[in-house]
């Protein structure tokens, strides 16, 4: 997925993965934690918009599983901080 200023997946709300997307119960995210926080984002965009539904992540229920003391997400030419910013912890979809 590339990550952009406004995160959103490229799934066509008539694909067969969206399909899936819109009856699921549970999915499930390990190692979240070496993801950028925009790829959490862009899945909470998307499943409102495939489910027609504003509550976060589209009302699916979401299991993140990781280490958050093992691996910050990989940035190249990044600093600390800008690694710290990408965190998953620092998310707007942590804060809803």
């Given at each position: 997925?590339?990550?952009?200023?406004?995160?959103?997946?490229?799934?066509?709300?008539?694909?067969?993965?969206?399909?899936?997307?819109?009856?699921?119960?549970?999915?499930v995210w390990d190692e979240c934690t070496m993801a950028h926080k925009r790829s959490l984002e862009a899945l909470d965009t998307t499943?409102?918009?495939?489910?027609?539904?504003?509550?976060?992540?589209?009302?699916?229920?979401?299991?993140?599983?990781?280490?958050?003391?093992?691996?910050?997400?990989?940035?190249?030419?990044?600093?600390?901080?800008?690694?710290?910013?990408?965190?998953?912890?620092?998310?707007?979809?942590?804060?809803?």
């Amino acid at each position: 997925m590339q990550i952009t200023e406004t995160p959103i997946c490229n799934i066509a709300k008539n694909s067969a993965m969206a399909k899936i997307l819109q009856v699921c119960k549970l999915i499930v995210w390990d190692e979240c934690t070496m993801a950028h926080k925009r790829s959490l984002e862009a899945l909470d965009t998307t499943l409102k918009d495939l489910r027609d539904n504003q509550n976060i992540f589209g009302g699916a229920m979401i299991l993140l599983s990781g280490d958050f003391h093992q691996t910050l997400p990989v940035i190249p030419r990044s600093t600390v901080a800008d690694e710290l910013n990408a965190c998953l912890k620092s998310s707007i979809c942590g804060s809803t």
